[in-house]
């Protein structure tokens, strides 16, 4: 009895609650004023600012925190206000490529003035489609171009003039048929029949076809000169066509020359721009297509010959004040980097510069892109091209695959756009270090570090963070106030999430939703505040939504369809306690453990190791109680010992050494033939040394052990044994205290395997002597003593007996 009040825990010490002097500073959390920034992540804070400060390429961030947070919506808020203290970025457009018209050009204007000459483009096509024909239609341009052909025409007419006189001089007659111009010989000013002309004497007939080689010369040199006149003529008529354009079109460009005089691309582009339009004037005269060209598959510039005028507004930042801050709910490449649409056609399919779309990484261009780890991991094709845009400080719109093309495809390959984007990513622990291990990219491009934690310490500054945090919820969702009783046991709940008594839960998810859920309680009973009992309904309610399978188990070991005893002793046999989670919901699990043991030299046998159901830490554990009992019991003598360990009716494998020490005490148990009680169950790991080591879900383990034996029945013996490194871990819910308080259940706290063995088996552990054995009688470790000892008698019996047959055999 002794050694049970020497380890017994004080009921104070079970749970910590929160007193109404520790919330003085307020009636309810309507009195609080609402919460301004972030609570208990200042190690976060102070990396984020650092992080958002840093304007040096390469200094993206990445988020790291386990879900519920908060850290989404902090990086949200904070990431907002960072980007109204910014300038607003340029806009940026794609314009048609005269020289090259497959690479579209990129620009960049003031934030605003993207718009603006998209509409002047606008204006001025619409305005020269009017100008231009109106200007073709006057008296002038006429007059003028019937001019430059009468000229032309009355210059042939002497040229012909002229050739039909030397013609008749030299004895013939010019004349027009179907087949061209011939000339015709004469004789006495008549014209000569085939039969006349071969009659003629052979030197007169030289005579006449000489002259008419001559003639046929001079013929051809009157039509080249015709052709020239004709192309001079023609080149008068385009000369003057052109300047008519100009004097139309000039005027209208003049405005946007003016206008965006000092971006020297945009005034080059409009010098080309009018340069084309002088150039290519059928499409302003009205010129109607070919019906066989409308029937064909013709590119998008051919079938509107304007287009190439057009101005794409890739990204338009008007609207932004400050810079932009992108939220990519939905990471598919195109989202992300921008696609070329295309245009579906007979048979065949085309585009052009106005169909290239931006992606979010465009529009967050000069700001900020927040993104989801996990999402943007999912697709490789993402996560490769955002790291390339990152290094190379540049943004493509490529459709996905066209690098992977082993036949290259003819498309758009506009111009990478200049990129000055600050990412965030926001993921769990694990996306960033198996990250940062295996990908050398991600060392170098997110060089910041933002580590959210999941508690803080519980101060009386961060009680009264976590009220106004409370006032904060209940005024954004329109919920009742929590008055002072609520607040306390909410509070009390939030350090049971953290699984510390000094400290509170920093996932915020799971607080807001008993906060919310406390809420709707209270509006059901028609209350004015949340009370402490609304919060406790909250809780039992959102327990009981999830903890089907604890009652089943439960259900099972009460019909001893699972044996676990709560009541009497037994040798080599002690209750273990596992923890269970089942997604939303963790439960402690009790857990039989037995020990056989007997003569050999096998040492610890790890039955779920043996059948592979045991895991890497538990097989460590369980190798650890080998270095024990050798250094307690073998150091003048074999350690002669077989013994056999396993968790009776697990079927689906086992991991972690939180149940070591029970392991340890049951193989004692069998060593000495000492019953230990079953109504204690254990937890805790031990070290060679046999001090027991802290474990986790230390108020999880107690509560499962304790609704077995309150289901069985409560007999004032029953309770478990924790390492006392645990004690601040205690959160226990109030019937485990009262029990206590009562003494219908007992929780004990102990150092090491001494005083655990002490309080199960209710004998000493005993010291060892000089030479290592344990010479007093009644200790649990002087019978253990004494079974290794009868077991080494043994082992070398059978040894000499075993060579005394092999000589006979000789």
């Not at 519920?68 to 806009?91: C, E, F």
């Not at 697709?379 to 093309?405: H, S």
């Not at 290592?772 to 253990?784: E, I, K, R």
């Amino acid at each position: 009895m002794k050694n049970l009040e020497l380890h017994r825990v004080p009921v104070e010490r079970l749970r910590r609650t929160c007193k109404p002097e520790e919330l003085d500073f307020c009636t309810t959390t309507e009195d609080v004023p609402p919460l301004d920034g972030f609570i208990g992540q200042e190690r976060a804070v102070r990396a984020m600012q650092f992080g958002l400060a840093m304007d040096a390429p390469c200094y993206n961030i990445f988020v790291v925190g386990q879900p519920g947070t908060g850290k989404s919506t902090y990086v949200q808020a904070v990431v907002a206000q960072a980007a109204l203290k910014r300038s607003q970025p340029s806009d940026w457009c794609y314009i048609y490529n005269f020289t090259e018209p497959d690479r579209p050009l990129a620009v960049s204007l003031p934030a605003g003035d993207g718009r603006g000459l998209q509409k002047g483009m606008e204006e001025f096509v619409s305005d020269l489609r009017i100008a231009l024909p109106k200007a073709f239609e006057g008296g002038d341009y006429e007059q003028q171009k019937d001019a430059i052909v009468q000229l032309v025409n009355q210059e042939m007419a002497d040229y012909f003039q002229q050739l039909e006189k030397e013609a008749g001089e030299a004895g013939f007659n010019l004349k027009q048929t179907t087949k061209g111009v011939v000339f015709i010989p004469l004789k006495d000013g008549e014209p000569l029949s085939q039969d006349e002309y071969e009659k003629l004497p052979a030197q007169e007939r030289r005579d006449m076809e000489e002259e008419g080689r001559k003639l046929k010369k001079r013929l051809e040199g009157t039509f080249h000169t015709g052709r020239m006149l004709e192309k001079q003529a023609k080149e008068k008529i385009d000369e003057l066509e052109k300047q008519i354009a100009l004097f139309a079109a000039e005027p209208l460009l003049g405005k946007l020359q003016e206008k965006y005089k000092d971006f020297p691309a945009i005034l080059n582009h409009l010098e080309i721009v009018l340069k084309d339009v002088t150039g290519n004037l059928e499409p302003f005269k009205g010129t109607e297509p070919h019906p066989a060209q409308e029937l064909s598959q013709v590119s998008q510039e051919e079938a509107d010959p304007f287009n190439r005028y057009k101005v794409n507004l890739f990204v338009n930042n008007e609207q932004n004040r400050g810079a932009p801050v992108v939220i990519e709910p939905s990471s598919s490449y195109y989202n992300l980097f921008g696609k070329i649409e295309y245009r579906s056609q007979v048979l065949a399919m085309s585009t052009d510069f106005t169909m290239v779309k931006p992606g979010a990484i465009h529009r967050a261009n000069g700001g900020y892109l927040i993104l989801q780890a996990k999402d943007v991991l999912s697709d490789p094709f993402i996560w490769d091209t955002l790291k390339k845009a990152l290094k190379y400080r540049q943004a493509k719109v490529e459709n996905i695959g066209e690098q992977y093309r082993l036949v290259p495809t003819a498309t758009l390959r506009p111009e990478p756009i200049a990129l000055n984007v600050k990412v965030i990513l926001i993921g769990n622990p694990m996306l960033y270090h198996l990250l940062y291990s295996v990908d050398e990219d991600f060392q170098k491009l997110f060089k910041v570090k933002v580590d959210f934690d999941t508690e803080m310490p519980r101060t009386p500054e961060n009680l009264r963070h976590y009220a106004s945090f409370v006032s904060s919820v209940c005024r954004r969702e329109n919920l009742k106030h929590f008055s002072r009783s609520g607040l306390a046991r909410l509070i009390e709940y939030c350090s049971r999430l953290a699984g510390d008594q000094n400290k509170l839960s920093t996932r915020f998810n799971e607080v807001v939703e008993i906060v919310s859920e406390a809420a709707a309680w209270a509006k059901v009973e028609n209350s004015g505040w949340v009370e402490g009992f609304h919060v406790n309904e909250a809780i039992k309610e959102k327990i009981y939504r999830s903890n089907r399978i604890e009652e089943k188990l439960q259900e099972m070991v009460l019909q001893e369809t699972i044996m676990i005893d709560t009541g009497g002793a037994v040798i080599g046999q002690i209750n273990g306690l596992s923890v269970i989670d089942s997604g939303d919901y963790t439960f402690g699990r009790p857990m039989r453990i037995t020990a056989r043991t007997y003569m050999g030299r096998g040492g610890v046998i790890n039955i779920e190791r043996e059948t592979n159901m045991s895991g890497n830490i538990h097989n460590k554990g369980v190798l650890i109680l080998g270095g024990y009992l050798g250094g307690k019991f073998a150091q003048g003598k074999p350690l002669g010992v077989t013994a056999q360990i396993t968790f009776e009716q697990l079927y689906d494998g086992v991991e972690g050494d939180s149940a070591s020490s029970a392991e340890l005490y049951a193989i004692l148990s069998s060593l000495a033939d000492l019953p230990l009680k079953q109504g204690l169950a254990v937890t805790g790991s031990v070290n060679q040394f046999g001090e027991i080591q802290p474990i986790g879900g230390a108020t999880e383990k107690i509560e499962g052990f304790y609704d077995l034996c309150r289901a069985k029945g409560l007999s004032g013996d029953q309770g478990v044994v924790i390492p006392v490194q645990n004690l601040d871990n205690l959160m226990l819910k109030e019937d485990v205290v009262e029990a206590v308080k009562n003494k219908l259940f007992h929780i004990y706290a102990v150092r090491n395997i001494e005083e655990g063995i002490e309080l199960l088996s209710g004998l000493p552990a005993g010291q060892p002597g000089e030479d290592g054995s344990y010479p007093a009688a009644g200790t649990v470790f002087n019978l253990v003593d004494q079974k290794i000892h009868s077991y080494n008698e043994g082992l070398r019996k059978v040894g000499g007996n075993t060579r005394r047959k092999k000589q006979q055999v000789k």
